[in-house]
């Protein structure tokens, strides 16, 4: 028994390690990446570690100011959008999951089938919108344009989430006098936290990332954003390889923070409902 | 259970809270100076107020740190009452960016152009006519070297011009055994045969064939029509492409494709890619861009290299044809300040200005007078001026319509020819009848 | 007030916007919670005016130019009818992106579904230490922190002919020569699909690892009691309860990498002869060199049109259950 057991636990971690060279070397060839000079990127044999190894690219990425302003942008931008999606996909999944009405289904198709359309055509007449709204190069208008990409999935999840709860459990605030309103804030929400942080992670994520809406939205260099800035070391007649890897890297650390503070909390107790594999 | 789960929620409490305060005072940073920029695309501008013109290109991040912004310093002093503003744009989404924004009005005053853009943008009502604009302001058209124009009025000018030289690493050369830089299609032919015959990872010649960016078409594959003196269209602008010098330029570019000296990875291969194989001496001569000399340099020191006129047919002696790319200049339809934008359009095209900015470029001035200084760059760029002034630049799909298009075309159907998949006559026939269509 | 509290991670049971909340028969009945009728309208007001006002507009606008002519690029727009489709319709291209687009959708989500569900149950294993799981969760979702156009940039890097994934297989004796990954027809929509893959799977990894917690241990243990080893455990216990996260996730997965542009415009552009064009990348080129928005738009309809049949069927079955 002890020795299957053993046995068991060297294949998983056989497994895990070759899973995680899979999902970890082209990450590592990142770095490496931005550690060489330019010139020994198509360097045959490829090395790892350059001879020349620097920080330079890093240097120069944090020293721009422009660049920083990227960073910031993106901050506000990616913070904004999973606060507000995460608001409004609690209230619109409480409406989903606790009341019946007519014109549920519809709105129901209708959200999932908004993102159905392929952005490319739909960034001219969207652009002319929000140029009407006066949401032109602010951030307001970035914030509202990820959050319709966001918005759809939170919604789904997290009525999803609210659904596995029992209807008992909202009525216990009845008996404090509460409504609906403070069953949803005082019952479900906290018990979903889990799931609405799996959702809030995944809303970061996918605005942090954006490039078409936020290059098309923004004008001047103090809107815009991270996958911009990199985008625009992508020049005409070469890639400023260092400065673009450093700049991801960069880029990916508060992503990382997040999810590395918040899995616990997520993930769940290690206890409780673990399954054996 | 439940002690553990209040301990819980409130801990979420605080952090919510704090993250909602770090939130509020971020954005409060933020939102100040970043709602404020809500221009459109036209200025304000009081009755006297200063003039401030957008000017949107992807030429700065080429340039020596800050020095495009010390020209527009320059020309803001020379020109109290306008302020410039730059906007930077990545290459690659400019023209994507440009048809959008004028789709809805937002486009800046001053827009960077590419040639292969323009027919397109003028119909689109997107540019505006710069010849009006020059009679206006009685400016003397002789000095431009060359004006792109659609239907007889001038919708950009061409402000930096880079052309495409053949590349040639001079050690492979002759490790390779081969004395002197190729001059014609033999000779290139065996000098990339005895370089690919190096083994190891090296060979003769880069071909570029994306098809995400056709511009392999135009500086790759055509430039070898070119620099015999041939055309890909007849005089009245029509489609030539069944005609004999296109085929035998296409068959030749085949049979180098047949020889194996064209680097692998050709057929979805970009012009960087091409211009990094060079560097890392993978491949040993490639036609390509004047610009990219000291991004080389800079790359791979120890690099010997040189730059020679594009290999011609045997027998041909005329004058030949160099594919350029250029840095054009346009002004937006739907600005209100046409006036200004022109005088910004005049600075850049002035003697002194468009020297400085040549030279700093390591392109060919659009100026006819303007001499660039080479004294401080590379002396390869004289051997190019030299090249340049004994040829003629030569790019046919500048001004074309959908020229995009037409090269992709002619891309895919080259691509099905070099694999094998359809014969040379068929590749000519087949992109001469899309190309009747759209030109 | 002490709210009651379930000990455990939320299982996202169904996730879709109609299923009923798992309540016991005898409870059974559709009472409305809240008094007023208008409260539910309330809850979903912000949404709906998000969503309607910004997207509404812009997608008439879509279906509008697709019945038309010479739009955006041209300053006059002339009614067609339905030329555009036909257009489109008919279109070698077209169809040859159908197929392409179809064969790497299946594909990914397949392989995310795979891959996600493989790497949860090793991530959730009780063999190993917290800390050690916690490793290599970091180093699992790490694909998912990059935007697209690193992520093609990088993997075009690597899968140069002479880069450092040919330098590895012709090293290690796996390959002979080196292969022209990208570039080859033969082996870029592999190559391709197996980028999108790497990119992609960490969403199904982090939302099946989230509901693996939700499973209660007292169904494995009642499984094994009745005799069912490991093997039969996974597929008679795991899968069912997991089986409405699967379906919503593969269902918006399948969408979202349909809409998949950047990706493929970085690496191959469509090429090499069209293996890997796609109806982003078709749509594309219509709108963007061609300059024609109108079988752009038409062609934008067709893909909304079989995603909602998509969507349609996907929300059927889930009636059913």
């Known amino acids: 028994m002890q020795r299957r057991r053993l046995g068991m636990k060297i294949a998983v971690i056989a497994g895990l390690s070759i899973g995680a060279i899979f999902a970890g070397f082209p990450v590592l060839w990142m770095i490496s990446t931005s550690l060489k000079p330019n010139g020994e990127v198509f360097l045959v044999p490829p090395r790892l570690i350059s001879e020349n190894f620097s920080f330079d690219a890093y240097r120069a990425i944090l020293s721009s100011e422009a660049n920083l302003r990227f960073f910031l942008n993106s901050y506000i931008v990616a913070l904004w959008v999973t606060a507000l999606t995460l608001l409004v996909a609690i209230l619109a999944a409480y409406g989903f999951s606790r009341h019946e009405f007519r014109l549920k289904r519809f709105i129901n198709v209708a959200i999932v089938s908004v993102q159905a359309v392929p952005p490319i055509t739909l960034i001219i007449p969207y652009f002319g919108l929000l140029v009407a709204l006066r949401l032109y190069n602010t951030y307001g208008g970035l914030i509202v344009t990820h959050m319709v990409f966001t918005l759809p999935y939170a919604i789904i999840m997290t009525t999803a989430y609210f659904n596995t709860l029992p209807r008992e459990l909202d009525e216990s605030v009845k008996v404090d006098g509460g409504g609906g309103w403070t069953a949803l804030w005082r019952i479900l929400v906290p018990i979903s936290v889990p799931g609405l942080i799996a959702v809030g992670i995944y809303t970061f994520m996918i605005s942090w990332n954006e490039y078409l809406f936020a290059l098309t939205l923004t004008r001047t260099d103090d809107m815009r954003t991270v996958p911009i800035g990199i985008q625009l070391l992508m020049g005409q007649h070469s890639y400023e390889w260092n400065q673009m890897m450093a700049m991801s890297i960069l880029g990916s650390i508060p992503v990382l923070v997040l999810f590395l503070f918040f899995q616990r909390r997520f993930i769940g107790g290690l206890t409780s409902g673990a399954v054996k594999s | ?439 | 007030m002490e709210p009651a509290h379930l000990d455990r991670t939320v299982l996202p049971e169904a996730a879709t916007l109609e299923a009923e909340p798992s309540t016991p028969p005898a409870q059974d009945r559709k009472r409305p919670f809240s008094v007023r009728g208008l409260a539910p309208y309330g809850y979903i007001l912000p949404t709906v005016l998000l969503i309607f006002v910004l997207m509404v507009i812009p997608i008439a606008m879509v279906v509008s130019y697709s019945f038309q002519d010479n739009v955006i690029v041209q300053r006059n727009p002339v009614f067609t009818g339905l030329a555009n489709y036909a257009e489109v319709l008919t279109d070698p291209v077209f169809l040859t992106a159908i197929k392409n687009t179809f064969i790497f959708i299946t594909l990914s989500t397949i392989a995310h579904l795979v891959l996600g569900l493989a790497f949860a149950m090793m991530l959730n294993t009780g063999l190993l230490s917290g800390l050690t799981k916690a490793i290599f969760r970091v180093v699992y979702i790490l694909p998912w922190l990059f935007t697209i156009a690193v992520v093609a940039v990088i993997w075009r890097l690597m899968l140069d002919p002479f880069g450092v994934v040919n330098y590895i297989l012709t090293t290690i004796g796996v390959l002979q020569t080196e292969v022209n990954w990208l570039a080859d027809p033969t082996t870029a929509l592999w190559a391709l699909t197996f980028i999108n893959i790497w990119s992609g799977y960490p969403f199904f990894m982090i939302s099946l690892l989230a509901g693996l917690q939700g499973i209660s241990s007292d169904l494995y243990e009642a499984a094994a009691v009745d005799g069912a080893n490991a093997v039969q455990r996974f597929f008679n216990v795991t899968i069912p309860q997991l089986k409405p996260v699967l379906i919503s996730m593969a269902v918006l997965d399948l969408i979202w990498t349909s809409q998949q542009f950047a990706l493929i415009w970085m690496t191959t552009g469509g090429g090499p002869l069209n293996v890997t064009e796609m109806l982003s990348t078709y749509t594309y080129k219509q709108a963007f060199s061609s300059y024609e928005f109108a079988t752009a738009s038409a062609s934008a309809v067709i893909v909304l049109l079989l995603t909602m049949i998509l969507a349609f069927f996907y929300v059927r079955q889930l009636r059913e259950r």
């Open chain 2, 1 to 439: 259970m439940t002690g553990g789960s209040t301990r819980v929620q409130s801990r979420f409490r605080r952090l919510l809270g704090v993250v909602t305060a770090a939130m509020v005072a971020v954005a409060a940073v933020g939102c100040g100076t970043g709602m404020s920029e809500e221009s459109t695309g036209t200025s304000e501008q009081g009755e006297q107020g200063p003039v401030t013109l957008e000017f949107a290109q992807w030429w700065a991040p080429e340039l020596p740190e800050g020095s495009f912004q010390e020209l527009m310093t320059q020309f803001e002093s020379q020109n109290p009452n306008i302020k410039v503003k730059l906007l930077s744009a990545p290459y690659a989404s400019t023209k994507q960016q440009l048809v959008s924004g004028a789709a809805s009005k937002t486009l800046p005053d001053v827009v960077g152009l590419d040639g292969a853009w323009v027919n397109d943008f003028a119909k689109q009502g997107a540019i505006t006519d710069l010849s009006a604009l020059m009679a206006e302001a009685q400016y003397n058209e002789g000095e431009l070297a060359s004006q792109i124009k659609v239907d007889g009025k001038t919708y950009m000018i061409p402000v930096v011009n880079f052309v495409y030289p053949l590349f040639a690493n001079e050690d492979m050369l002759s490790k390779a055994g081969v004395k002197e830089v190729p001059s014609n299609r033999t000779e290139f032919l065996d000098a990339a045969k005895k370089i690919s015959a190096l083994g190891g990872n090296v060979k003769g010649w880069a071909l570029p064939l994306d098809t995400a960016v056709p511009n392999g078409i135009q500086n790759d594959v055509m430039s070898w029509l070119w620099a015999s003196g041939g055309s890909m269209l007849t005089q009245d602008g029509k489609p030539n492409l069944t005609s004999p010098p296109v085929k035998s330029t296409v068959e030749y570019v085949k049979s180098l494709n047949d020889a194996d000296v064209i680097a692998p990875g050709s057929l979805t291969m970009k012009e960087q890619d091409k211009v990094e194989k060079f560097t890392a001496e993978q491949v040993g001569m490639m036609i390509d861009s004047l610009a990219h000399i000291t991004l080389i340099k800079k790359n791979n020191p120890d690099l010997n290299f040189t730059v020679a006129p594009i290999p011609a047919e045997d027998a041909f002696t005329g004058k030949r044809g160099i594919p350029y790319a250029s840095w054009g200049i346009g002004i937006a339809d739907s600005t209100e300040h046409k006036a200004e934008a022109f005088k910004l359009v005049q600075f850049l095209m002035s003697k002194e200005a468009n020297a400085k900015l040549s030279t700093l470029a390591n392109g060919f001035p659009g100026n006819n007078t303007a001499e660039p200084d080479f004294s401080k760059s590379d002396p390869l760029f004289k051997t190019a001026f030299a090249i340049y002034k004994e040829g003629y630049p030569a790019n046919e799909f500048v001004g074309l319509p959908k020229s995009e298009e037409l090269m992709r075309t002619f891309d895919e159907n080259l691509q099905l020819t070099l694999t094998g998949k359809q014969s040379v006559d068929d590749t000519l026939n087949k992109t001469q009848q899309a190309w009747a269509s759209v030109i």
